[in-house]
Structures are given as C-alpha cells and as structure tokens.
C-alpha cells in the first residue's frame, strides 16, 4: 500500500510538472486559444462533393476535398477543390484551419492537404488568392496529427480551398521540438523522445474550417 501512493504521488507530480511546461509554450496557448485544447471530433459535412457547403460563424465545418471533388483550373493550376459559403458577405474575417493528416492510399504513412485559398465573386471568378502559410504542426500522443493556420480574410462571401500540381508530391517536414509526453488512459506515463515529422503532401486531404467576423481588420489571429 505504502509503494503503491509513492508510484501514485510520482505519477500526479510528473503530470502537473508536464502540464505547466505545456502551459509555458507560446504555440501551445496559441492553438488552445484559436482552436480549443482538445482534439478534433467535428462531424463530416453531409454537403454532397459537388455542393458548396454552407458554414455559419463560429461553427466548425469537417470535409473531404477527394476524387469525386470538382475539378477546375485555378491561378496556381489545375485542382480538386470544395468551396465554403458564409451567410453574407463580411468585412472581416478569420479563418481557422485544421488540416488533418490520414491513410496514404497509395503507400505507407500518413499524407496531408497543402491549402490555398481563392476567394471568389458572384461569378465564381477567382478575383483574390490567399497563400496559407505557415502551417504550424500540432501533434500529440494517442491524437490525430494536425496542421494548423490562421488566415485574415477581408470582403468574403464565398470561396475555394484547393491544393497546387507544385506542391503534390513534396511534403511538410518539420521537428517535433522537446519532448512529448502525457498521461494515457490507463494512468501509465508516455514519452517520447524529439523526433523529425514529414508528411508529404497529397491532391486530396481532409480538413476542419471555422469563420468568424471581426470589427477591424487584422484581428482574430
């Protein structure tokens, strides 16, 4: 009994230690802040693949831009692309973006979406282009690995998020910095050690949006 509350005190310091190192990293307030400090569990669109999909303010939107996506040619080549639709036009916007990595269909590994935007008028003409850049890495243990970016929008109603025929094929590499560590479910310590992720970038992906309105330009991110 007297070994058992020592594992059990070691156990809890570890976490609350863990917990306020995570605290104390400016990325990790960031994206707590912009995105929420848990892991994804939006539901997936029901919008059909040929459908623009319909978001309101402040609410999650999940989709898959996939084979059956349109297809058209954009200022930065041809692309499969969804395009996301607010209620109205707005002054200013921001946009939050959750690009997450899944199954590589055709090898080994995980690939991810590399996004631009296109904002479009009424005429769905492209009559702006929005790099999404920098994507910021968010991974943990046992969550869904995720990039993560935050983009002002200004004057948008309606627009398309799609990929570039340059950036298939390449990847996103970055390094884990510092250790990752965290209490799992059966109360046992995980760790790992700093490691290097690549994950190469796919014509299709699956991601999360959420809009807001803002007063002023340049807010929100």
Request: aromatic share 10%.
């Amino acid at each position: 009994m007297y070994v058992r509350r020592i594992i059990a005190v070691v156990s809890l310091s570890g976490c609350l230690v863990t917990g306020a190192a995570f605290a104390a990293n400016p990325f990790v307030e960031w994206r707590d802040r912009l995105f929420g400090p848990k892991a994804d569990d939006t539901p997936m669109s029901r919008a059909e693949p040929y459908e623009a999909i319909e978001v309101d303010f402040d609410r999650p939107e999940r989709f898959r831009v996939d084979e059956a996506s349109l297809e058209r040619d954009f200022p930065q080549g041809k692309s499969r692309y969804r395009v996301i639709e607010l209620p109205r036009e707005v002054a200013h916007a921001t946009l939050r973006l959750r690009v997450r990595a899944v199954p590589n269909d055709r090898g080994r590994g995980n690939t991810v979406f590399k996004p631009v935007l296109y904002l479009l008028d009424d005429q769905d003409r492209v009559r702006e282009t929005r790099e999404v850049d920098p994507l910021y890495l968010d991974i943990r243990p046992f969550k869904p690995t995720r990039l993560l970016a935050c983009v002002p929008l200004e004057k948008v109603r309606r627009f398309a998020v799609a990929t570039t025929p340059e950036a298939v094929g390449k990847a996103f590499d970055a390094t884990a910095r510092g250790k990752l560590s965290a209490p799992s479910k059966g109360k046992f310590y995980y760790s790992t050690e700093p490691m290097r992720v690549k994950l190469p970038y796919a014509a299709t992906g699956e991601l999360v949006v959420e809009l807001s309105e803002q007063d002023e330009a340049g807010q929100g991110c």
